[in-house]
């Protein structure tokens, strides 16, 4: 009953964004990696902003081996944590170029190792490039499922933890790009669209907080 609960809601997202996928800019794999990378405590908007010039220079691993630490803040000063984000783009350059010939390790065990990558990292790396079944569980991703009738959890880890035993390369479909986008612009944090929401009937916040305001 829950796993076709599941399919039911993974399909419901799909139809309400067809078109889903990561609003981070970026140009080839490597980019990706950086712009994940970048993305931490800061938004994908924020992110873009920068990118759109940085990315004119670092385009592969070696030109982030060029670049001085220096270099590089001076184009992300803007983004949050700009000066640990710099160094660990300068390393995980130099590492990419000396340990894998420039190409981007594919599993998570990998990925992890380079630094600045995290295991969240890593996961939306890998969800956005091959279509693994990772989610990640960001604030409203946590936020959206609480609300629905999904999960009963008090952090966004704990959150992650239980649904990735639910979801496999069969039911997950597009879930990691619609979850995010259904929290960042339908179940907003202040003013969700109950209105327009498939899972009104189904929400526990809707039931307990919003049809009694
Ligand atoms: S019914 Fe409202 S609170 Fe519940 S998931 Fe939909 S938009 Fe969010």
Same mark, same amino acid.
């Given at each position: 009953m829950f796993k076709k609960d599941i399919l039911e809601f993974a399909a419901k997202l799909n139809e309400m964004f067809?078109?889903? @996928?990561?609003e981070l800019y970026y140009n080839n794999e490597f980019q990706l990696l950086i712009a994940i990378l970048m993305s931490a405590q800061a938004t994908d908007k924020q992110v873009n902003i920068v990118n759109r010039n940085f990315f004119n220079f670092l385009i592969t691993p070696e030109d982030g081996v060029k670049m001085d630490t220096d270099y590089i803040k001076e184009f992300i000063? *803007? &983004? *949050? $944590?700009f000066n640990n984000k710099a160094v660990n783009i300068k390393k995980t350059c130099d590492i990419l170029v000396k340990e894998h010939n420039s190409q981007i390790p594919r599993t998570i065990e990998e990925l992890v190792?380079?630094?600045? +990558?995290?295991i969240k990292t890593a996961k939306v790396f890998l969800a956005v &490039?091959?279509?693994?079944?990772?989610?990640? +569980?960001d604030t409203h991703v946590h936020r959206v499922l609480n609300r629905l009738w999904l999960v009963n959890t008090k952090s966004p880890l704990e959150t992650d933890k239980k649904i990735s035993k639910w979801f496999t390369k069969e039911n997950h479909g597009m879930l990691h790009n619609t979850l995010v986008l259904f929290g960042r612009y339908? =179940? &907003?944090?202040? @003013?969700? @669209? =109950?209105?327009? =929401?498939? $899972?009104v009937e189904k929400c526990k916040h809707y039931k307990k907080v919003i049809s009694k305001s």
């Amino acid at each position: 009953m829950f796993k076709k609960d599941i399919l039911e809601f993974a399909a419901k997202l799909n139809e309400m964004f067809p078109d889903a @996928k990561t609003e981070l800019y970026y140009n080839n794999e490597f980019q990706l990696l950086i712009a994940i990378l970048m993305s931490a405590q800061a938004t994908d908007k924020q992110v873009n902003i920068v990118n759109r010039n940085f990315f004119n220079f670092l385009i592969t691993p070696e030109d982030g081996v060029k670049m001085d630490t220096d270099y590089i803040k001076e184009f992300i000063n *803007s &983004i *949050s $944590f700009f000066n640990n984000k710099a160094v660990n783009i300068k390393k995980t350059c130099d590492i990419l170029v000396k340990e894998h010939n420039s190409q981007i390790p594919r599993t998570i065990e990998e990925l992890v190792k380079l630094p600045g +990558v995290w295991i969240k990292t890593a996961k939306v790396f890998l969800a956005v &490039i091959e279509d693994a079944p990772y989610i990640w +569980v960001d604030t409203h991703v946590h936020r959206v499922l609480n609300r629905l009738w999904l999960v009963n959890t008090k952090s966004p880890l704990e959150t992650d933890k239980k649904i990735s035993k639910w979801f496999t390369k069969e039911n997950h479909g597009m879930l990691h790009n619609t979850l995010v986008l259904f929290g960042r612009y339908h =179940c &907003i944090a202040r @003013k969700p @669209k =109950c209105e327009t =929401c498939p $899972f009104v009937e189904k929400c526990k916040h809707y039931k307990k907080v919003i049809s009694k305001s």
